[in-house]
């Protein structure tokens, strides 16, 4: 029973390294290309702050599955270690392929600005499908805490 603990310590644990990961190769593209393109500053911003958004969505499921392993009484360990692990390991996935992608779209507009709204709607379809990964393992570990 007091594995549950651990479970859900990794559910939020691999989540938000995979989150804070993604983040800091966002962040990190970000100012690169700020730095390269002062005039796009404004606009690189604004998708940086919607990039980090976007990435934090895979740590709230991360948190989110780690109170219900925690608040589910009776719960045998095996299904914590199956809840733990879907979310934990998919959002990690999740937040760095979010992070390394919305990066890559920012170096992407600094080399080739007129094609900005091309690239942004390549960037947002991209990050809805990596994100489907995360929610799948949501969905998953739903369905073995019950």
């Known amino acids: 029973m007091e594995s549950i603990y651990i479970w859900a310590g990794l559910a939020i644990g691999l989540a938000g390294v995979g989150v804070a990961v993604g983040q800091g190769i966002l962040a990190q593209n970000s100012m690169h290309v700020m730095g390269k393109n002062p005039r796009l ?18 740590a709230i499921y991360g948190l989110v599955v780690a109170f219900k392993i925690l608040g589910t009484e009776g719960l045998e360990g095996v299904k914590a270690v ?5 979310i934990g390991l998919t959002s990690l996935g999740a937040g760095i392929g979010e992070g390394k992608l919305v990066g890559g779209a920012l170096e992407a507009i600094n080399r ?4 900005k709204g091309k690239i ?27």
């Open 112 to 115: 080739n600005p007129e094609n």
């Open 41 to 58: 500053s404004t606009f690189f911003l604004t998708i940086t702050i919607l990039g980090v958004a976007l990435v934090e969505s895979a």
């Open 82 to 86: 199956g809840a733990g692990l879907a």
């Open 120 to 146: 942004m709607s390549f960037m947002v379809l991209f990050l809805a499908l990596i994100e489907v990964i995360a929610i799948y393992g949501l969905i998953i570990s739903f369905k073995i805490l019950g």
